[in-house]
T-cell receptor, first 111, second 116 residues
């Protein structure tokens, strides 16, 4: 069935350090993996995504890697800043255009 | 990406009553979805709102409790019926970006519902 697992549930890093969030998925046919950032009281915002034809994608300080064999993908944030503090959700596609969300990671950046 | 609005942004309702939430998009979209996000939790899909036909509900959600309308390609409503405190949550609509033939979904600002 469709399942997305995400960890850790909480993550605290020193400002300037890197943060890594990992997700696994169950459906080997999945081919699209988005990441959403949700700040307190705001809507989830799509920040980066990766498709199954590439293994890595970067956008400034954020990057996503994909291992299709192991069925896991990760979000990497380098040189973390206070504005990176938020809840991050990974997701993978289910049937009929729906997407299945992970349980979320609350990232805190310590000054 | 599409501009999505929701009304109301928040409401406080008494148990046993119903609330209808509206979702408006500034462009025509094929796929619209309704999610629930309970405090401190992830997003749970309630249903896919289909234009011209009945919504497709996920396991654990039924039409009698969450009736959905989709009269055209830019608008949908979700009703939370016979509310109880357990229905207190944020309700979000989302749309799929068709322009790049992708799964990219964008969310409305959400409706914060408190049931007393």
């Amino acid at each position: 069935g469709e399942n997305v697992e995400q960890h850790p549930s909480t993550l605290s890093v020193q400002e300037g350090d890197s943060a890594v969030i990992k997700c696994t998925y169950s459906d080997s046919a999945s081919n699209y993996f988005p990441w959403y950032k949700q700040e307190l009281g705001k809507r989830p915002q799509l920040i980066i995504d990766i498709r199954s034809n590439v293994g890595e994608k970067k956008d400034q300080r954020i990057a996503v890697t994909l291992n299709k064999t192991a069925k896991h993908f990760s979000l990497h944030i380098t040189e973390t800043q206070p504005e990176d503090s938020a809840v991050y959700f990974c997701a993978a596609p289910g049937k009929a255009s729906k997407i299945i969300f992970g349980s979320g990671t609350r990232l805190s950046i310590r000054p | 990406s599409a501009v999505i609005s929701q009304k109301p942004s928040r409401d406080i309702c008494q148990r046993g009553t119903s609330l209808t939430i509206q979702c408006q998009v500034d462009s025509q979209v094929t796929m619209m979805f309704w999610y629930r996000q309970q405090p401190g939790q992830s997003l749970t899909l309630i249903a896919t709102a289909n234009q011209g036909s009945e919504a497709t509900y996920e396991s654990g959600f039924v039409i009698d409790k969450f009736p959905i309308s989709r009269p055209n390609l830019t608008f949908s409503t979700l009703t939370v019926s016979n509310m109880s405190p357990e229905d207190s949550s944020i309700y979000l609509c989302s749309v799929e970006d068709q322009s790049r033939n992708s799964y990219e979904q964008y969310f409305g600002p959400g409706t914060r519902l408190t049931v007393t």
